[in-house]
């Protein structure tokens, strides 16, 4: 039986959950369930602490695991990533009062505060640079304030937190996280994760893209499908009506209505979008 950790609780909980329900994979009904066994896939799904996940992975316990690339590269445990999820986005950056900080250079000999204290020591290492790393557990935004800390390292969004604490981001940022599928670091393949891989991967397919279907005169077809090439290619099919033919193809959601207006303007009609709720290809 395959065994995977899924995060038990906080942003990507819910996500995760999600995407393996749309793979056809069964989940808890109850958020207080730790364990769900999906016996027509032969999968056990463990519901964990996202920080402890890359751990578990990591040690041979559980064979897959759904975690952050943030708490992957934080517990440096001898996982690895197989697929990025697509969900769960995070920017990791340096941040400081503006007035005693503004050069990533300007870290040496500093004290630096974070909840990922693996992810900012790898970093650090990278460049280079010999600093302080305070651990601290949860936002760190007033460590400064409270004198622990010159700088701290912290997602960053919008900023808004930052600047209500008077500081200002430093730098490039740290790390760009997101939800991966991880496992451990030269663990071969097998039937149940290769199957599992297929399926995550048409998930990601299908909510990137969607089947536009359309009539076109024969005499446009070249122009029509350049604007829909589909991922191998589009399917072609005559109408009864003389000079005319059906058009489907596979596009991108985010690019969808622009094709519907540059398809109208070339004398397509019957324009259809349907969404994608599983695929492979």
């Known amino acids: 039986m395959l065994r995977i950790a899924v995060p038990n609780k906080g942003t990507l909980s819910a996500p995760a959950a999600q995407m393996l329900r749309e793979a056809g994979y069964r989940q808890r009904s109850d958020d207080r369930d730790l364990i769900c066994r999906d016996v027509d896939n032969d999968v ?3 519901y964990l602490r996202p920080r402890d996940i890359a751990t578990y992975v990591g040690s041979g316990d559980l064979d897959l695991g759904i975690t952050g690339r943030d708490l992957l590269v934080d517990a440096g445990a001898g996982a690895e ?3 990025d999820l697509g969900f769960g986005g995070a920017t990791f950056r340096f941040a400081a009062r503006p007035e005693t900080l503004t050069d990533i250079g300007q870290l040496a000999g500093r004290r630096i ?3 990922y204290p693996g992810v900012v020591a790898r970093h650090l290492a990278d460049l280079g640079i010999a600093a302080t790393v ?3 557990d949860g936002a760190v935004e007033n460590a400064i304030r409270l004198g622990v800390a010159d ?3 912290d997602v960053v969004s919008t900023g808004a937190t930052l600047r209500q604490a008077g500081l200002s981001p430093v730098g490039k940022p740290i790390l760009e996280s997101s939800a991966l599928l991880i496992r451990r670091i030269g663990d071969p393949g097998n039937g149940p994760v290769t199957q599992l891989l297929r ?4 998930v990601l397919v299908a909510r990137r893209y969607v ?6 005169p024969a005499d446009q077809v070249d122009a029509a499908t350049a604007l829909t090439p589909g991922i191998e290619s589009p399917t072609i099919s005559p109408l009864r009506r003389e000079g005319w033919v059906a058009v489907q193809a596979m596009v991108l959601r985010a690019e969808v209505h622009r094709i519907m207006d540059e398809l109208y303007d070339l004398g397509a009609r019957a324009i259809l979008v349907t969404d994608i709720h599983a695929c492979r290809l």
Not at 199 to 202: F, I, K, T, V
């Open 81 to 83: 990533e197989i697929l």
């Open 113 to 115: 505060a974070t909840a």
């Open 44 to 46: 056990e799904f463990l």
């Open 134 to 136: 305070v651990p601290l």
């Open 211 to 216: 089947m536009l279907a359309y009539d076109v």
């Open 199 to 202: 399926r995550l991967q048409g």
């Open 151 to 153: 700088v701290i390292a």
